[in-house]
């Protein structure tokens, strides 16, 4: 239990610091720019050369043997595998082979049971946390993008925000009708996720705790978070209808014509909403890893080079929020 309160504490006190422990390493360089030297212009021919305003890269030296087996959530699938083309210098093809993420609960078992090296998740859930105690070894929680928990409703729906307490009136059962929030006479249909999927361990963290959100029906409790949206966006239930999920993954990973995000508190989610913290739902996706005498080196040196400029540009081209605002 020790080790379990002492791994919460970590896990706030480096969301707080994130920005304090970040190695600077100023912007990367951009292959498309025409001041950069080419082959021909290099008095030793080396087109690795960097010019004299050009800065040198940190990147890690990485083999596909000696990168850090990597495990995670669906939503950060996109994160690894742009971290597998930039140090590997695959191809987008060859790193969608290369890279298997087993969803969040599954990765946090894979890390536990030392299949993997390090993921990419949500917060881990009270049982997660349990499960690290338990194992009897030390992990790490470095937060390394930022992301959000949204709702969605379905297009027809001409409800465009709720407040945060108007949500948590309707994950608490309190409130079970539209027009108590502004909308039509229609029941709500609030659709939830399993416990220890992402979206959910975000929900109890968030907005509603696990001993207080209402018990949904089993058809209600939906697997999978494309299958929300699929649920959400259904011509029967839209405009009734209420889900959430991550930012990335219904803003760009999966999509529907049928659906829409809310704004919460008058706000919308958006990357600038996210950066800058005025979306009150705001959160991350964190690297979780092994530490102490299960640690592997190479996991902290890629840590560490996510966290520099260069590689938060890197998460921001694959479309994350990055912990900062970037020059």
């Known amino acids: 239990m020790k080790r379990l309160i002492a791994l919460l504490g970590i896990l706030s006190l480096l969301l707080s610091l994130a920005a304090c422990r970040i190695d600077d390493a100023g912007p990367a360089a951009d292959p498309d720019d025409s001041s950069a030297e080419k082959p021909g212009d290099s008095p030793a021919g080396d087109p690795t050369t960097p010019t004299e305003d050009e800065p040198v890269s940190q990147k890690p030296d990485f083999t596909a043997d000696t990168l850090p087996r990597l495990d995670g959530s669906t939503a950060t699938i996109p994160l690894s595998e742009a971290l597998v083309q930039s ?62 928990f949204v709702f969605l409703t379905g297009v027809d729906n001409p409800v465009e925000s709720l407040t945060v307490e108007q949500l948590k009136g309707i994950y608490t059962g309190q409130i079970t009708n539209w027009n108590e929030v502004g909308g039509p006479d229609a029941a709500i249909t609030a659709y ?32 999978d978070m494309g299958g929300l949206i699929d649920a959400v966006s259904d011509y029967a239930a839209g405009p009734s209808a209420l889900g959430y999920s991550v930012y990335y993954y219904a803003s760009g990973m999966y999509t529907s014509e049928g659906s829409r995000l809310l704004a919460v508190d008058g706000v919308a989610p958006t990357d600038e909403s996210i950066a800058s913290g005025e979306y009150p739902l705001t959160d991350a996706y964190y690297a979780v890893f092994r530490t102490g005498d299960d640690e592997n080196p190479a996991v902290r040196e890629l840590i560490d080079w996510i966290l520099t400029d260069e590689g938060q540009k890197l998460m921001q081209s694959a479309g994350y929020v990055p912990l900062r605002i970037l020059e």
């Open 87 to 148: 140090l590997l210098d695959y191809t987008p093809e060859q790193a969608q082979e290369f890279v298997n993420h087993a969803t969040t609960h599954a990765a946090y078992e894979n890390l536990i049971n030392g299949d993997c090296d390090i993921i990419f998740v949500t917060p881990p859930s009270a049982e997660e946390l349990q499960l690290m105690d338990d194992s009897g070894q030390q992990f790490e929680v470095v937060p390394v993008v930022k992301d959000a």
């Open 192 to 223: 939830q996720r399993p416990d220890n999927s992402g979206s959910q361990t975000l929900m109890y963290k968030l907005l509603v705790p696990a001993d207080e959100i209402m018990e949904a029906p089993h058809e209600l409790i939906i697997a």
